[in-house]
């Protein structure tokens, strides 16, 4: 303990420290490289806090830990690079707590780690590359609460965590690349909420998130993904902020949380392509601007974004919210419409002078008329539109043409010729057709279309009319 190395490289290189324990507390070294590699720790406490170590590398590769405390708390690493690459820690509490790195790359590349606690509660790096890639964690209960990752890349692909818990939470990456790639979870709560990651992009794609809840709380990141994951249990990701969230091509089992409660979630995108949506999405179509989320995507196309609006149409009819499932319904037919256009332009160039006067009625009937039989009120509007409009052409052709609409009975009430053209369409448009007004010249041909017109609306509204009170 204490002891000062001067400057020059230290090495202990195939060491060998019986039982008991081995204490380099407070030492410090000089700018030379620490060598610890393939350095066997029998049972007992191994002591590394408050170590000052130098301008050099830092090595402790293919070294072996057994049971016991290891201590690195408090130790201060140079700007050199470390390596903590395929070394075994036993059973016990490993603890970096307040460990701080220099801007060197830190690895712990292959490391094994059987059971206990793993702690790098307030450690500080710099900014070099961190890699935790291939790392088994064992039945560690693993801590990186308030830990500030700097800069550089961040990898823990293709690791595997047991049965303890994972704690993020609160952790900082001022800019870089968080990669979880390929990871295996246990059964244990994943928590990486408050997790500033604001400017930097998280990755957890083809990862098995095992059994425990996984949450995102109040976290603010740039880009999250967790593409081609099975997402089994709940998934909170009510964020704080975040540019985009990639859910495409999951399969979700459980809940999916993106409801704000007490605090308003910024999110811009939304991705949620190719998902089996077998369990639910808690989303709510004003607060978290669904619309927004969906159509502000770039990499997906019309079709994809249509499959994802009916997806989120069936889950607000699985969660009862129904006039959210209209919305999402009409976005749904909205984007269908305009795939189906463009997928007959590409395959013939021609099919535009008919596919586009098709695309023109849908748009107008089906669409601005009626938002495809949800809203019986826009029904009844259409029907007041049209009405109108053939009461006041009606109108017009009596005026300034030869047309007109006689009485059959002498017109005993003398009714003006704008009453006439506007009880005319009444009786024609409703289909009453009490006989006592009928049409001559142009107007006959309108009136019939009137009737039509008059006939499939009344079916229209009582279509959208029935849907919502059936619900």
């Not at 400017?199 to 109040?218: I, M």
Request: one cysteine or more.
């Amino acid at each position: 303990s204490y002891a000062q190395f001067l400057d020059g490289d230290v090495s202990f290189e195939h060491a060998h420290f019986v039982n008991g324990t081995t204490t380099f507390n407070s030492a410090q070294f000089g700018k030379g490289s620490v060598n610890f590699s393939s350095v066997f720790f029998r049972e007992g406490q191994v002591d590394f806090s408050n170590v000052s170590f130098g301008e050099g590398e830092v090595n402790f590769k293919n070294s072996v830990f057994c049971d016991g405390l290891k201590d690195f708390q408090y130790a201060e690493f140079g700007p050199g690079p470390v390596f903590f690459s395929n070394t075994e820690f036993h059973a016990g509490t490993t603890s970096f707590i307040n460990a701080s790195f220099g801007d060197g790359p830190v690895s712990f590349k292959i490391a094994r780690f059987t059971r206990g606690n793993l702690t790098f509660h307030y450690a500080r790096f710099g900014s070099g590359d961190k890699s935790f890639e291939r790392v088994e964690f064992g039945d560690c209960r693993v801590d990186f609460r308030k830990v500030e990752f700097g800069n550089g890349r961040i990898n823990f692909n293709r690791s595997v965590f047991g049965t303890g818990d994972v704690n993020f939470e609160g952790s900082e990456i001022s800019d870089g690349r968080f990669s979880m790639n390929r990871v295996q979870f246990g059964r244990g709560e994943k928590n990486f909420e408050l997790a500033e990651y604001g400017r930097s992009e998280v990755f957890f794609d083809r990862s098995d998130l095992g059994q425990g809840n996984l949450s995102f709380q109040r976290s603010k990141f740039r880009r999250l993904s967790l593409k081609s994951c099975h997402l089994d249990h709940y998934l909170d990701l009510r964020v704080s902020r975040c540019d985009l969230i990639d859910l495409s091509d999951t399969i979700a089992r459980d809940i999916i949380d993106l409801q704000p409660h007490d605090y308003s979630i910024d999110l811009k995108t939304l991705d949620i392509s190719g998902m089996r949506l077998l369990g639910r999405i808690y989303i709510d179509w004003k607060n978290n601007r669904v619309k927004s989320l969906i159509s502000s995507q770039t990499s997906t196309t019309v079709r994809q974004k249509a499959e994802q609006f009916r997806t989120l149409k069936e889950n607000f009819n699985t969660t009862g919210k129904y006039n959210d499932e209209d919305r999402a319904y009409v976005e749904f037919k909205r984007q269908e419409m305009v795939a189906n256009l463009r997928e007959h332009h590409g395959r013939n160039p021609w099919s535009r002078l008919w596919t586009w006067p098709a695309y023109g009625f849908q748009w107008l009937i089906f669409d601005k008329m009626g938002l495809f039989a949800t809203n019986p009120l826009r029904v009844l509007g259409s029907m007041l539109v049209g009405y109108l409009l053939f009461s006041l052409v009606y109108f017009l052709l009596m005026l300034f043409s030869s047309a007109g609409i006689v009485s059959s009975i002498g017109d005993p009430d003398h009714l003006s010729t704008l009453a006439v053209a506007f009880y005319h369409s009444a009786i024609t448009f409703l289909t009453i057709g009490y006989g006592d007004y009928y049409p001559s010249g142009a107007i006959r041909i309108i009136s019939g279309f009137e009737g039509f017109v008059g006939l499939f609306l009344m079916s229209y509204f009582t279509v959208a009319f029935v849907r919502k009170i059936l619900r």
